[in-house]
Antibody
């Protein structure tokens, strides 16, 4: 059974940093592109970042470029999102998702940026 | 960046009725790399359609997708009670990838 388990969300002050993790199981992790998608409270879905199978290629939404870094550890079947210089508008539930078209999603982890 | 505009914002229908949701792109979506998701309150999104018209594993055949270029449609042939939810389109061909703003299907 394919499973994605998001974790690492927390309450953090503006300007702070956080690292999210997504632990995967039930499939060959290194064979799939992976993404992060977020959803602010009461709002729609926002694509954040995507990483290639090897981790060599990454893309970001303009809203997070230069502040967030996506990475993966194929030996540990884990996806990461390092978030720096956090702002109020980064407050959201963050989901990891598998494949180019996001066929499986994690349960989400909540990030709250507030002083 | 491709902007996806979904319409209508809200669709009020009764169980058993047909739902037609639209997703219009600001420029052509390459290779029909367009997906649709369903999100129920408090749940993660669920993939319904990818490649504009391919149903995801386990998705009932009352859900169908069509379209190409800049105009795409999700059709639910006969609404079941569990289909009342928010639906998003998403292009994944080129980056930055984007989502539409969503269409809420609620009970009339």
């Amino acid at each position: 059974e394919v499973q994605l388990l998001d974790s690492g969300g927390a309450l953090v002050q503006p300007g702070g940093s956080l690292r999210l993790s997504c632990a995967a199981s039930g499939f060959t992790f290194s064979s799939y592109v992976l993404s992060w998608v977020r959803q602010a409270p009461g709002k729609g879905l926002e694509w954040v970042s995507v990483i290639s199978r090897s981790g060599a290629t990454t893309y970001y939404a303009d809203s997070v470029k230069g502040r967030f870094t996506i990475s993966r550890d194929n030996s540990q079947n884990t996806l990461y999102l390092r978030m720096n210089s956090l702002r109020d508008d980064d407050t959201a539930v963050y989901y990891c998702a598998r494949n180019e078209f996001n066929d499986y999603w994690g349960q989400g982890t909540r990030v709250t940026v507030s002083s | 960046e491709i902007v996806l505009t979904q319409s209508p914002g809200t669709l009020s229908l009764s169980p058993g009725e047909r739902a037609t949701l639209s997703c219009r792109a600001s420029q052509s979506v390459s290779n029909r790399y367009l997906a649709w998701y369903q999100q129920r309150p408090g749940q993660s999104p669920r993939l319904l359609i990818y490649g504009a018209s391919s149903r995801a594993t386990g998705i009932p055949d009352r859900f169908s997708g069509s379209g190409s270029g800049t105009d795409f449609t999700l059709t639910i042939s006969r609404l079941e009670p569990e289909d009342f939810a928010v639906y998003y389109c998403h292009h994944y061909g080129d980056s930055p990838r984007t989502f539409g703003q969503g269409t809420k299907v609620d009970i009339k």
